[in-house]
Structure formats: structure tokens, C-alpha cells
Antibody
Framework: EVQLVESGGALVQPGGSLRLSCAAS????????MHWVRQAPGKGLVWVSR????????RYADSVKGRFTISRDNAKNTVYLQMNSLRAEDTAVYYC????????????????WGQGTLVTVSS | QSVLTQPPSASGTPGQRVTISCSGS????????VNWYQHLPGTAPKLLIY???QRPSGVPDRFSGSKSGTSASLAISGLQSEDEADYYC????????????FGTGTKVTVL
């Protein structure tokens, strides 16, 4: 069974840093891109970042580019999101997600999600 | 600010059919497949439709998706009370240096 478990969410002051983790199990982690998606209170879903299978390719939403860094440790089956220079608008539930694959091919839809971890940026 | 536009709300009575639109551009919907998600507060989003019109196993056939040009739509037939949720379309956007974009979201209310 595929499982994604996020951790690391906390209350942090503006300008502070935080590292989120997403521990994966139930699938060959090193074979999949991984994504982070967030939802601010009362707002919609927003894609944050993605990383390719071996960690050599990353992309970021404009709102976090230069402040957030996604990485992965395939030996630990874990993807990370290092968040620096945090702002109030980064307050959100952060989810990690994996695409849906069936019959040997993968779609662009995220079928596996973690339960989310809450990041609150406030003084 | 999302590049995929959805109506903020939609509603219907039990048993009715509800359709949600998603308007994009040539760089996202026009050149990539569309996915649809259902999101209930306090839970993880659920993939309803992938690759424009495919349902993952376990998703009822009451949910269907379609795409034409730079727009897509999700239809819910035989509306049920448990369908009351937020719905989001999503797609890759080639014009944004390879970023994934969600729609603005539509709140479906079962009257």
C-alpha cells in the first residue's frame, strides 16, 4: 500500500526557516517524481514544487522560487521541502503527492497524497 | 493567481447533473492533459479524473471528464449529498517553464 507521511510543520516567525519531510512507502520511491502542493486557509490548492527521480531536476512556483528548495534522499525514501525567508502568505497545509500510474504508464494526476502538515507563519 | 479559471460555485439537487468548466490556454489545457480533483475540508485531495477523461479505479462512473481545445469540463451525474466538496482542474503549463497549475476551484453544493 502506497503511503506518504508528511512531518515538520510548525509555527514559525516571519523570516524564519522550516524543513518539511515526506516519508514514502509501498512503492519504488526512486522511480517517481515527487511534488509538494499547499492550501492556505480558505484558499485553493496551489502547486509548490517538484523533483525528478534522481533529484537532478527541480521546478518551483514563482511564489516560492529562491526561498524554497526541494530535495530527496532515495536511500531514506524521503522528499524534503526546505523553506527559508518564510512569509505570512506561506501559511498553509502542505501536502506531498505522487502521480497516478497504471498499466506501465503514468499520468499527470496526483493519486497519492499525504495527510498534510500545517505551517503557520506568524509573530 | 491561477491560469485555469473555474466558476466559484455550482449547485444541484440530489439526482441532478452538474457540470463544472475549466478555462485555460494553449500552453496548458491546449497542449497537456487535464486532471480533476475533489477536496473535502481536512482531508487529502482525491484524484477523480486523469488524462482528460479517465477514472482511477474506485471512482464512480457518475464522474466524467472531457476536453476541447483550451477548455475542459467535469460532469457529475446523479448528484449525491457526499459530492458536496471543492473541485479543482489541473494541468501542466508549458508556458510557465514547466509548472503544474491548479484551477481556481469550484464549490459544489447539494441543495
Amino acid at each position: 500500500e502506497v503511503q506518504l507521511v508528511e512531518s515538520g510543520g510548525a509555527l514559525v516567525q516571519p523570516g524564519g526557516s522550516l524543513r518539511l519531510s515526506c516519508a514514502a512507502s509501498g512503492f519504488t520511491f526512486s522511480s517517481y517524481w515527487m511534488h509538494w502542493v499547499r492550501q492556505a486557509p480558505g484558499k485553493g490548492l496551489v502547486w509548490v514544487s517538484r523533483i525528478n527521480e534522481d533529484g537532478t531536476g527541480t521546478r518551483y512556483a514563482d511564489s516560492v522560487k529562491g526561498r524554497f528548495t526541494i530535495s530527496r534522499d532515495n536511500a531514506k525514501n524521503t522528499v524534503y521541502l526546505q523553506m527559508n525567508s518564510l512569509r505570512a502568505e506561506d501559511t498553509a497545509v502542505y501536502y506531498c503527492a505522487r502521480v497516478y500510474c497504471s498499466g506501465g504508464s503514468c499520468s499527470s494526476g496526483f493519486n497519492y497524497w499525504g495527510q498534510g502538515t500545517l505551517v503557520t507563519v506568524s509573530s | 493567481q491561477s491560469v485555469l479559471t473555474q466558476p466559484p460555485s455550482a449547485s444541484g439537487t440530489p439526482g441532478q447533473r452538474v457540470t463544472i468548466s475549466c478555462s485555460g490556454s494553449s500552453s496548458n489545457i491546449g497542449s497537456n492533459t487535464v486532471n480533476w480533483y475533489q477536496h473535502l475540508p481536512g482531508t487529502a485531495p482525491k484524484l477523480l479524473i486523469y488524462s482528460n477523461n479517465q477514472r482511477p479505479s474506485g471512482v464512480p462512473d457518475r464522474f466524467s471528464g472531457s476536453k476541447s481545445g483550451t477548455s475542459a469540463s467535469l460532469a457529475i451525474s446523479g448528484l449525491q449529498s457526499e459530492d458536496e466538496a471543492d473541485y479543482y482542474c489541473a494541468a501542466w503549463d508549458d508556458g510557465l517553464n514547466g509548472l503544474y497549475v491548479f484551477g481556481t476551484g469550484t464549490k459544489v453544493t447539494v441543495l
